[in-house]
């Protein structure tokens, strides 16, 4: 984890200290360049602060969930929309909701669940990928389901994917940067809404 947030502040440093030279403030394009990498770099120790955030009070045994209802298909619409896609990849993200729409959660827990999902469609993925998030109301019970066209998981590392701080080999092959706190989050919310995964 510390190598994970160091990553990011030593960027900022040297962005820092590229706008502190005077003489290098007169390159526009440079400008533009590194005010781009420091929104970047802040957006993913952001990012990392939030992770590492949610885990911790997912740990505490007394978290409360803020339980009230809400429509699932407002939240979601709004949070593909909102959505940070990275620059390098080329993301279509496709919904589909039952006709009701009217659940009774966390709303704020059960965003960041589907935003957890979502990101890690996109980062074991290629260039492009396609994800479909169903939101479906059966017999008083919703499941959500993203599925995505992505690398996938090998089967002898699904029974895993849970445990807090592992990371499938495929990711690292894939240079995609993480701690391993994302389902791991996932599965804690769910388990508290009584929920499965």
Request: proline letters at 2%; a negative charge.
């Amino acid at each position: 984890m510390i190598h994970e947030l160091k990553r990011p502040v030593q960027a900022l440093k040297m962005c820092i200290a590229f706008l502190n030279d005077k003489s290098m403030r007169t390159d526009e394009k440079a400008m533009d360049e590194v005010i781009h990498d420091s929104m970047s770099e802040l957006d993913n120790l952001s990012a990392y602060l939030s992770k590492l955030r949610d885990m911790t009070r997912a740990d505490d045994e007394h978290t409360q969930l803020s339980v009230r209802t809400f429509d699932i298909k407002t939240s979601l619409e709004k949070l593909v929309r909102l959505y940070h896609v990275p620059e390098d990849k080329d993301v279509s993200i496709e919904t589909h909701f039952s006709s009701e729409t009217l659940v009774t959660a966390d709303p704020v827990h059960v965003s960041n669940i589907i935003s957890n999902l979502i990101e890690n469609a996109v980062k074991y993925s290629g260039r492009s990928v396609h994800i479909v998030v169903d939101c479906l109301l059966q017999d008083h019970q919703l499941m959500i389901r993203v599925s995505d066209d992505g690398i996938g998981i090998p089967v002898s590392e699904q029974n895993r994917v849970f445990d807090k701080f592992y990371r499938v080999h495929t990711g690292n092959l894939h240079d995609v940067k993480g701690f391993g706190l994302g389902l791991a989050y996932v599965k804690r919310m769910v388990d508290l809404h009584e929920g499965e995964i």
